[in-house]
């Protein structure tokens, strides 16, 4: 019974030790209440949320014969998943590039210009241009762009390379 | 011995989606903690080689045909030929022979220049046209001592060619 009491006691200790420590913790002088505090005090909410997108960029367009005009066509798909911005806030996608085509080298290199166009859109895209924007939403959204070239006069491997800019604006 | 050929199976499907999901990763992903952002996309296209070139099937001596090509497309730089590279007679003359034995010399020329075995009969660059032609005559001897069915035949070889091209 005498060791029930002081286990009981020591229990008791312990748990007052911790609760005054959990009460140290909560109390401050800005939102503690005494006798002569007589209106409310405000505890402020906090809450962050960070942006959040992912936008992915194709690493290769090929472009392909169309066989009803012979020349060459390939779409490429730009793709923005889990996007959640500040309100009125969208991601902007633009594209630079010089738009040529080139094959051969030296002597022999020969450049043959291409154009993007983007959804439904009949204006060329020009460098710097925008190709995307996505705002905040749950949903997977994406911008389909159009790479078209007219059938060469040489054969041959013709490459180039793009570059797109993400930005939040 | 059972569980090793269902491990080798599951192994191999397990291997096969990795490297789907590699292939995908070749893609590039920005994300607001990316701090390049950025993302270069490579614009490629092949167009191969192409072109038609017809030789006629038949001639007889005393006649022109007509060697063409269309449609010719081949790198920059490039050009089609056409030669007359043989003969079916010895030496690659150029002879046609009856069965009984007798021959027959012709001539084979390309404008007012005679065509000689090795020679171009026809060069096609894109440079210039997509499609030419050459128009050769095959000439009789004046004069023929047998009677009979004369036969023999000429081989014209195709190839693409770098420039400079033949005059």
Sequence with gaps: ?169 | MKKLFTFIPALAIALSLYVTAFAAANDTSITPGSENKTGSTSVTYTVQPAYTVTIPATVTLGNSVTVSAEDVKVNKGSYVAVKLTGTSEMNNSFKVKTDEGAELVYTVKNGEENVNIGDTVLAVNPYDADNGNATLSFSAPASVTYAGTYKGTVTFTVSVDTVPMPK
């Design chain 1, 1 to 169: 019974m005498k060791k029930i009491i002081t286990f009981v006691l020591s229990m008791t200790a312990a748990l007052s030790l911790s609760l005054t420590a959990f009460a140290a913790a909560e109390s401050d002088p800005a939102n503690t209440f005494g006798p002569s505090d007589t209106t409310g005090k405000e505890t402020t909410v906090n809450f962050n949320v960070d942006p959040t997108y992912t936008v992915t960029i194709p690493a290769k367009v090929t472009l392909a014969k169309d066989a009803s005009d012979g020349n060459y066509r390939q779409d490429a798909v730009i793709k923005a998943e889990n996007v959640r911005l500040l309100e009125n806030k969208m991601v902007k996608v633009t594209l630079a590039g010089d738009f040529k085509l080139t094959t051969g080298e030296n002597g022999t290199s020969y450049e043959l210009p291409y154009t993007v166009k983007v959804g439904d859109s009949d204006t060329a895209i020009i460098t710097g241009g925008t190709v995307a924007t996505f705002g905040t939403s749950t949903t997977d959204q994406t911008s389909t762009l159009h790479f078209a070239a007219d059938n060469p006069t040489y054969a041959g491997e013709y490459t180039d390379t793009v570059t797109f800019t993400i930005s939040v604006e």
